[in-house]
């Protein structure tokens, strides 16, 4: 299938080659037959990339004080690194897209043949949760349904403006919410008036039944008022793209005492305070199409929300939207001003750039035949000739994956064989950016393949440990981006199947290999006493909705994040692990802060250490320290680029750019694959690590009390 993905480094679009998604439990997959390109979103979009680095800069005043912050603790090089691989990678573009269901989930509540509207990208095919997608009626076209989720827009609007029959409300720009909001509200028995500066799209909300006012002609708030028998317009829906504090100023003005402002589109947002105060203003912001927006669980999950405590959710304002579609209420067409097939998709954008005036333009897609199962692997390339080479899968396509692992297996002696993710774009952009020889959504393909000795399994928390076992389980050496299991049972399942299979595990301890660590180690080395360990790390705060907060996909900080510097503090120590202490942070009303914490580490011989792991620490301060205190002395890492013996003739160790040991992990485990072993850790060491890792995560046993 094809995809149309955007650089945000260059602004090129480009039709890329993926595999086929395929539907899990909750998700449906849908063959496009029409999409809509959000002229606002995109275009901002696509000017954003092909803008040169300082006119980014200046786009993103809050992003650039990130950077910095980040330069102060991580150095320039690593910070440089980090913002060219977040341009540099590809993201899809588009919301708005009607097909035909191929593939239904069980739980999904669809079937294959229904025709559907999802906010899926412009693809050949999409992969979408079943909360964000709605049947289309009899009698509507894809066509006039792939506009939904842009008039879902506008109606999450006017359902926060509230308006009741017979009132007047304005609507602030006739771009293609405002021309759909007009005809929702005059579906409502709204009086309306629209303010433009297009002399084209002004008639044409005229012709919609809206009062035409031309914002060209000077101040709007006379004229308004003048239609309003100098009362003011009841509510007003801002649906315009601008940084002018203007547009927000006049709707006060021309607004009724006690009317209602309600930004749907982009504006300045220096608000003046007389303008509310005087006539007790009300203004709210809208959220895109609705409740259920930016919630990973109900968009990426399929979770709905039950209608008796959210009547209007995503999906049912979509529903609401197909149903005025479908008695004649609502009709897109007349907003149809180009039409695209997909393939023809760049001069499209031409025209949304300013080639030529535009409104709604729409991309067509053919049908197509496709043997599904073919279609989830993409063959890019030739099995590379390198003979003795190492040859390597990956499972994931995130960030971590694309940025930290991947480019280090570029190097000499590693066949890339073949990446997979789920929704297949991620898969064949990761494909061609790093030369693996084949894209795929089918994970069995990798366990069936003969020619593939280790497969890196870099997926969210909550599978690493099933993906895991499967590949042990096919003969298949096997490294685990941490942690290996979210709970003690699967910790052991997979240690019994790499026990049985005999095959390698590694997991992505990566700061045991870091350079600096080396050189600890080596001072460490031929210590008389016990080590006592401090490691401080200043985790930053983090959504309490992102996926690893989460109990079930994440399993938590601690578990997914913490397991690091337990490994750390075993590896410094080079002694089994035999108690733990730990302490969970609560707030006032008793309920555990699952990403601060505090937990001390017994050692056998005797040595310990205390790991503080803190999430509502500054951004300035140095995300992670160690200090180690032995024998008179005292040695720390800071932030992975500087070591300091205190006390030594020369203290300091500049390490140059911060290295937290990634590539150096890398390429000790493919060296020991490639000569036969030994593990760069033993598995033994790895289990252990990962038992005291699930415990440390819940320190507090609710069932007794009592501290483990």
């Not at 037959?33 to 606002?40: F, M």
């Not at 494909?431 to 990798?446: L, M």
């Not at 056998?604 to 995300?623: L, W």
Request: glycine residues 10%; charged residues 25%.
């Amino acid at each position: 299938m094809r995809s149309l993905t955007h650089s945000l480094s260059t602004g090129a679009l480009t039709l890329l080659d993926a595999p086929l998604p395929g539907a899990s439990a909750r998700t449906v997959v849908v063959e496009s037959r029409a999409s809509v390109i959000s002229a606002g979103t995109e275009r901002m979009l696509v000017e954003f990339g092909r803008a040169g680095l300082l006119e980014k800069a200046r786009r993103q005043p809050d992003k650039v004080k990130q950077v910095l912050d980040k330069v102060r603790t991580d150095g320039l090089s690593t910070t440089l690194s980090a913002v060219r691989a977040k341009l540099d990678q590809p993201i899809p573009l588009g919301y708005c897209n009607a097909g035909v269901v191929v593939d239904a989930g069980a739980a999904s509540g669809f079937a294959v043949g229904d025709r559907v509207v999802t906010n899926g990208p412009h693809a050949e095919y999409v992969r979408i949760a079943r909360t964000l997608a709605a049947r289309i009626p009899d009698g509507v076209s894809f066509e006039s349904a792939a506009f939904t989720p842009v008039a879902a827009i506008g109606l999450q609007g006017i359902r926060l403006a509230a308006p009741t029959l017979g009132e007047t409300v304005v609507v602030y720009g006739l771009g293609l919410i405002g021309l759909l909001t007009v005809q929702l509200l005059r579906a409502n028995g709204c009086r309306v008036l629209g303010i433009d500066r297009d002399a084209g799209r002004l008639a044409l909300a005229e012709r919609l039944g809206a009062v035409a006012i031309d914002g060209a002609q000077g101040d709007t708030v006379p004229r308004v008022l003048a239609h309003t028998n100098d009362a003011g317009a009841d509510a007003v829906l801002l649906t315009l793209a601008s940084e002018s504090d203007e547009p927000v100023h006049e709707a006060a003005r021309f607004a009724r005492h006690r009317g209602r402002l309600v930004l749907v589109g982009v504006t300045g947002l220096a608000l003046r305070r007389d303008d509310f105060y005087k006539k007790e203003l009300s203004f709210a912001v809208s959220c895109s199409y609705g409740p259920g927006r930016y919630d990973p669980a109900y968009e990426e999950q399929g979770a709905d929300y039950p209608l008796g405590h959210v009547r209007w959710t995503e999906q049912r304002n979509f529903e609401a939207v197909l149903a005025l579609m479908a008695d004649g209420r609502l009709d897109p067409t007349p907003l149809i001003s180009h039409r695209f097939p997909f393939e023809r998709v760049e001069n499209a954008y031409d025209v949304v750039a300013g080639g030529e005036p535009s409104l709604g333009v729409v991309l067509t897609y053919p049908e197509h035949q496709l043997d599904a199962a073919a279609a989830r692997t993409i063959v890019r390339a030739a099995p590379a000739a390198s003979l003795g080479a190492t040859s390597v899968a990956v499972i994931g396509a995130g960030n971590f994956a694309t940025r930290t692992l991947r480019p280090v297996l570029r190097g000499d002696g590693v066949r890339l064989h073949t990446v997979a993710s789920g929704n297949g774009t991620s898969a064949a952009i990761a494909a061609g950016k790093f030369g693996f020889e084949r894209a795929t959504t089918d994970v069995d393909a990798i366990f069936d393949a003969r020619d593939i000795d280790a497969v890196f399994v870099l997926t969210r928390h909550d599978s690493l440990a099933d993906l895991a076992v499967r590949a042990l389980r096919s003969g298949k050496h096997v490294f685990v981006e941490k942690p290996i299991g979210l709970t003690e049972e699967e910790v052991e399942r997979v240690a019994e199947a790499a026990r049985e299979s005999g095959r390698m595990l590694m997991v992505g301890f990566n700061r045991r290999f870091a350079p600096l660590t080396r050189e600890l180690e080596s001072k460490l080395a031929g210590r008389g006493g016990p080590l006592a360990t401090v490691i401080t790390v200043n985790a930053g705060a983090i959504p309490p909705d992102h996926w690893t907060q989460d109990a079930e996909q994440g399993g938590g900080r601690i578990v997914g994040e913490a397991c690091h510097f337990i490994d750390l503090a075993r590896a410094l120590t080079g002694s089994p692990i035999v108690s733990l202490t730990a302490a969970m942070a609560r707030t006032r009303d008793g309920r555990s802060v699952g990403d601060i914490a505090t937990f001390t580490l017994g050692f056998g011989e005797g040595s310990v250490s205390a790991i503080h792991y803190i999430a509502s620490g500054s951004r300035s301060y140095p995300k992670e320290r160690v200090e180690c205190f032995f024998d008179g002395r005292t040695v720390s890492i800071e932030n992975w680029r500087r070591l300091r013996d205190w006390g030594a003739a020369v203290p300091w160790r500049v390490g140059g750019a911060q290295d937290k040991g990634h590539a150096a992990e890398l390429r000790t485990w493919i060296k020991a694959l490639r000569d036969g072993g030994p593990a760069p850790i033993p598995l033994d060491e790895i289990v252990e690590v990962s038992r005291w890792a699930v415990r440390a995560a819940a320190p507090y046993d609710e069932t007794d009390g009592r501290d483990r």
